[in-house]
């Protein structure tokens, strides 16, 4: 492994879903998180870094100009595109065959897909026919040249497209517009959790008779089929705002920006955040000793 290669793996790491969850478990005795940091400070990316937070945005800053992966664009989107404070932003979320990187919640769903410059794209035709099904609103953030390519085809017209500069910045060449064509109510309630379709369905006067366990989910699946695709997700998107995390925005809105995405898709507790900032808050010198 070339040392490029070695920063960008133990970099990416130091940001990743399983390292913070480490941290969020164990806190400054965290072996897993450690041991990243300590191959940071092997790999020559630590010198300067006083505290353990100093060395994340090290390690984004370095990712942003060296090796610009799904963790740079997720932050991106995060940081400039969409204003996830306002809204309930669930990331990797099921959709049909595919999973969407974040569906943003509002009055409606607005599905993004993310592919970075290190992204395989081949699937990424028939992703955004899946998010049509459930979002009137799709968009895609992705390099210029993958962009350049969905704005030159006819059948994603409504999709919003957005690239990401050499300096980080995401620009814009069109917003999502809003198309009610392809919703699908069958997918729409194949994405939720029983207990959602279940309420969504209520709302909706189809209530699901007293029925065993197996026969619920066919019967609600027929249900979904009798109801107007764009009533169903509006009754879809009401039911998903309940979905907020469980340490609440504004706490996790105080955490460093580059690891906002990976503890948004872990969904951690109060508890576990202050975990995670009594590991942030340590110095380095003290876990490589």
Aim: proline share 5%; aromatic share 6%; charged share 25%.
């Amino acid at each position: 492994m070339s040392v490029v290669e070695s920063q960008a793996a133990a970099a990416s790491a130091l940001l990743s879903a399983p390292v913070l969850r480490s941290a969020m478990r164990d806190g400054p005795a965290s072996k897993l998180a450690n041991r990243t940091i300590s191959s940071l400070i092997e790999s020559g990316l630590a010198v300067g870094a006083s505290t353990v937070r100093t060395l994340i945005w090290r390690c984004d800053r370095w990712l942003s100009r060296h090796y610009r992966n799904d963790l740079v664009y997720r932050r991106a989107v995060l940081g400039q595109m969409i204003p996830w404070s306002d809204s309930i932003l669930l990331p990797e979320f099921r959709v049909g065959r595919s999973i969407v990187d974040f569906l943003a919640v509002t009055d409606s769903l607005h599905a993004v897909e993310i592919k970075s410059d290190l992204d395989n794209t081949s699937r990424l035709d028939s992703q955004l026919h899946d998010y049509r099904k459930i979002a009137p609103l799709v968009s895609l953030m992705a390099s210029k040249r993958v962009v350049e390519r969905v704005l030159a085809a006819p059948e994603f017209q409504t999709v919003g497209l957005h690239w990401l500069d050499t300096n980080g910045c995401v620009e814009t060449v069109r917003d999502a517009r809003f198309n009610r064509e392809h919703l699908d109510s069958e997918v729409l309630m194949r994405s939720l959790r029983r207990a959602e379709y279940l309420r969504v369905l209520s709302a909706l006067g189809s209530t699901v008779p007293d029925l065993p366990n197996t026969r619920v989910f066919s019967y609600a699946l027929s249900a979904s089929r009798n109801l107007d695709p764009l009533v169903f997700h509006n009754a879809v998107a009401e039911q998903l705002r309940e979905r907020k995390p469980r340490a609440g925005r504004s706490l996790i809105a105080r955490l460093p920006e580059p690891v906002r995405p990976a503890v948004l898709k872990l969904d951690p507790t109060r508890r576990q955040i202050s975990s995670l900032q009594d590991w942030m808050n340590q110095e380095v010198a003290n876990v490589y000793a």
